[in-house]
């Protein structure tokens, strides 16, 4: 009981024992600057580290806890803690004991500086209430001056620091009429009531109204004052008066009839619309006729629905008056065939509030929307397609007579809308794997719930297959499509099956052409060595008619030696088992090297054979002797189609991270359409010359470039020559070991 008493308490406690064993609350322990709850007498004594009492404060206090258990009671002040921070008080109360027992001491502790401290505190939080409050608030003294503003006052005169408000001691309305403040402060000084009054004034730029109060204090503490910015509410008054003109004039525009009741049963308001409906004159209606009155008036004119019993249905509805809470609605089919909806309320003033609607187009436009619905269904049904409609719950909600056909599904289920995980099982005897199933109805959940579009295939067990696609739609729900496919699955495959045979065709007599290769090298060896035997006159003397064929044998040999030598490279590039030897080539160096080696062709031909190399080419890592074939090949044709005294020029420039090397001719050039076939295997041009080249040069230009991770480029005008550029990566961007080039 003690402890919950003292927890409720602002004040300390510590509950000693006979023993001088202790129990300390949690706030005399903090006051003490304790690390922990002491346990005894002893660690309430100074401990070197700012906690406990001081010194003489702990005498004191052993003192006082000696003279409680002697006389019961015992009180002290003064005490300081230790770290010197606080004084606290104590009040000690002795508990009744057995005979011969010490008793227990409950000590009280009090901050002697609480009681200030909170004052002073409550005092700045007034303050700071005052500075920060969102209105004006000032103080004058009993001589009218002002001796306290806060910031929003000082705002208002658009001032930063209240104090220079003070000083100069300017008043919030700042027009001759502010004398009339101070008589206002001094008459409820005078008077000790409040005084109150609305004045106008600019602040901020705008005008505002605010609403002054001011207040006498007790004594001679002048007059507290504060202002209202009322603004807001006298916009709103003439806001309100302004609405319920407009809100008068907005029904009347209205196209919808609308008629207010009052509690007499007497019309009260009613628009134009209104008067249109009962088609009466608007005179009449400002009359305010009786409820019941302008029901006869209205039949009269055959404004309401036809009636077996009039006056009980005119009845009904006056006693609506007495017995309607919720609004009610009742359909008005009249004699001109159109239909209206008639909604009547309770007004909030009493009587009632009737609102008329033609809904005649909305029936029509229901009957439209049913014929519609009919209409697409009939369309679907007739579609080839299968197609369902699956909601976001997994509810069927709208398949054709294809769907049911393709699954061998009842109409007369699939009419109840049954759940996805129903029809799925329904088709499961058609589906040769059972995941075809779960990935049926994954399809339409990612359709529904993650917004994706899926498409799939799959083959059934009576050896049809099916494409479907589940594609969500706006309202959240998912279509799902079926297609017969199987009479193109079939012919695709048949089609893949021939591409197939003529792949491995191709493929065998590129086997063949390399292996042919291969056998014409050595019976070509051997003809080659005979015949440079012969021209070296080593078996004797020759004539020049005999020379002559030997050179021709030579030539043709060398020709020949160059033809396989292409072939065979082609071949092990379409096999995939070329690797490139891979090193750093100076480009300078690489050009030079092949410009020697057909400048004498081109001297020939009178060629004018020049180099563009630009500065700062540097290196390129590459396969040297594949990069000179690509050169060389490029140079050589372009010597072939170039007539005599044409120029042929090798460039070379960096782009980045790439290199780009380029031959250019004055040659014969390529037609347009021919143009993207002049790298193809034995291809060349309708406009080259008989015999000149077997059109595998560029082929192979093509695929030691790819193998480099490199692309060709070509431009070329008839009559006025071809350029070839090979872009070429500076760096090593291909993957170790031998690579395919890209088949022709």
Not at 297 to 304: A, I
Not at 571 to 591: F, M, N, Q, Y
Not at 669 to 677: F, N
Request: proline share 4%; with cysteine; hydrophobic share 45%.
């Amino acid at each position: 009981l003690y402890r919950a008493l003292a927890a409720a308490s602002r004040d300390g406690y510590l509950l000693i024992g006979p023993d001088d064993r202790l129990v300390a609350s949690e706030q005399a322990r903090t006051w003490l600057g304790l690390r922990q709850a002491p346990d005894s007498m002893a660690e309430l004594a100074p401990d070197g580290m700012g906690g406990g009492f001081s010194g003489d404060a702990y005498a004191h206090f052993t003192q006082l806890l000696a003279t409680a258990r002697q006389r019961g009671t015992a009180q002290g002040g003064a005490l300081l803690v230790a770290s010197g921070e606080r004084r606290l008080s104590a009040r000690l109360q002795a508990q009744a004991a057995g005979p011969g027992q010490a008793p227990t001491v409950l000590a009280w502790l009090q901050d002697d500086g609480a009681d200030d401290a909170s004052a002073a505190a409550a005092s700045a939080l007034a303050a700071s209430i005052v500075d920060a409050a969102p209105l004006p608030i000032w103080l004058h003294d009993a001589a009218m001056r002002l001796v306290l503003v806060n910031r929003a006052y000082a705002a208002a005169v658009e001032l930063a620091d209240p104090r220079s408000v003070v000083e100069n001691n300017i008043e919030l309305i700042a027009h001759p009429r502010a004398s009339t403040l101070q008589q206002m402060a001094q008459r409820a000084l005078e008077q000790k009531a409040p005084q109150r009054r609305t004045e106008h004034t600019v602040i901020g730029g705008e005008r505002r109204a605010l609403d002054i109060i001011q207040i006498p204090l007790d004594g001679d503490g002048g007059v507290a004052g504060f202002a209202i910015d009322i603004t807001a509410a006298e916009q709103a008054r003439g806001e309100i008066a302004r609405f319920n003109e407009a809100h008068a004039e907005t029904l009347n525009r209205l196209s919808t009839p609308v008629a207010i009741f009052g509690p007499d049963k007497h019309l009260f308001y009613f628009n134009n619309a209104f008067a249109d409906l009962c088609r009466l004159d608007p005179d009449y209606l400002a009359a305010r006729p009786h409820h019941g009155e302008l029901l006869e008036m209205m039949r009269e004119n055959r404004r309401v629905p036809e009636q077996s019993d009039f006056p009980a249905w005119k009845k009904a509805i006056l006693h609506q008056y007495v017995t309607l809470i919720e609004p009610a609605e009742d359909m008005w089919h009249l004699a001109d065939d159109t239909t209206w909806r008639v909604v009547s309320q309770p007004h909030p003033l009493g009587g009632l509030l009737v609102l008329f609607e033609d809904v005649s187009d909305k029936l029509a436009l229901m009957r439209s929307h049913d014929t519609l619905i009919k209409v697409q269904q009939a369309t679907l049904n007739n579609l080839r397609e299968g197609v369902a409609v699956f909601g976001a719950d997994g509810q069927l909600q709208l398949s054709n007579a294809g769907f049911a056909r393709m699954w061998d599904l009842p109409e007369d289920h699939l009419a109840q809308g049954p759940h996805l995980r129903d029809v799925v099982a329904r088709c499961q005897p058609l589906l040769i794997h059972a995941e075809d199933g779960d990935a049926l109805a994954d399809a339409v959940r990612s359709a529904t719930i993650a917004r994706q579009r899926v498409a799939a295939r799959m083959a059934l067990s009576d050896e049809r297959v099916i494409d479907y696609a589940a594609v969500p739609l706006p309202d959240g729900a998912a279509l799902l499509t079926f297609s017969d496919v199987t009479d193109s699955f079939r012919i695709e495959r048949a089609l893949r099956d021939r591409n197939e045979a003529l792949e491995t065709a191709d493929r065998l007599k590129s086997e063949f052409v390399a292996n042919m290769s291969y056998e014409l090298r050595t019976p070509l060896t051997s003809i080659s060595g005979f015949a440079e035997m012969l021209d070296r006159e080593y078996f004797g003397p020759l004539n020049d008619k005999q020379k002559a064929y030997i050179q021709d044998i030579l030539t043709s040999s060398a020709k020949l030696q160059l033809l396989i030598n292409d072939i065979l490279d082609l071949a092990i590039t379409e096999a995939g088992t070329i690797a490139l030897e891979k090193s750093d080539v100076a480009v300078h160096d690489l050009v030079q090297s092949v410009i020697a080696l057909t400048a004498e062709p081109a001297r020939a031909k009178k060629l004018v054979l020049e180099t563009r190399l630009a500065k700062g080419c540097g290196r390129i890592h590459g396969d040297e002797r594949r990069l000179k074939q690509v050169l060389y090949n490029l140079i050589v044709n372009a010597i072939h189609f170039t007539p005599e005294g044409g120029h042929v020029t090798v460039g070379a420039k960096r782009e980045g991270d790439m290199l780009e090397l380029s031959v250019a001719d004055t040659g014969i050039g390529i037609r347009e359409d021919e143009q993207a076939k002049v790298f193809e295997r034995f291809h060349r041009g309708a406009n080259a010359a008989q015999g000149k080249g077997a059109g595998l040069g560029l082929a192979l230009v093509r695929s030691f470039v790819e193998l480099h991770g490199g692309t060709v480029t070509l431009t070329s005008e008839l009559g006025k020559g071809t350029t070839v550029v090979c872009h070429l990566p500076c760096r090593d961007v291909t993957q170790g070991g031998p690579r395919r080039a890209a088949a022709s």
